[in-house]
């Protein structure tokens, strides 16, 4: 079994910047594919971006610019780095990992507020 927990969450400003992290934890072998997803109030979850183990990534058009997705295979954690925050950015934010292309794992949640 594979374990996601997420941290870096919180109440912020206005154009400031934040740090999401996801770190995996349990029997992880495979070729491994990170993604982030959002959920803002009342609306689907929505994917943000993805990261292959090449460290290929992916944006959605929404955050283009502004969202740097990233991995450190040696702690088996990905990053999304947000900048310039917007309201709109306002959700909460789940890892997503997939491994071999088979087994997918969800993180709890973190919850993002931008407040002006």
């Known amino acids: 079994q594979v374990r996601l927990v997420e941290s870096g969450g919180g109440l912020v400003q206005l154009g400031d910047s934040l740090r999401l992290s996801c770190e995996a934890s349990g029997s992880i072998n495979g070729i491994m594919v990170w993604a982030w997803y959002r959920q803002p109030p009342g609306k689907q979850r929505e994917w943000v971006a993805n990261i292959r183990a090449d460290g290929f990534s992916s944006y959605a058009n929404a955050v283009r610019g502004r969202f740097t997705i990233s991995r450190d295979n040696t702690k088996n954690t990905v990053y999304l780095q947000i900048d310039s925050l917007k309201a709109e950015d306002t959700a909460v934010y789940y890892c997503?990992?997939?491994?071999?292309?088979?087994?997918?794992?969800w993180g709890q949640g973190t919850q993002v507020t931008v407040s002006s």
């Open positions: 997503n990992l997939r491994i071999g292309g088979v087994w997918e794992y």
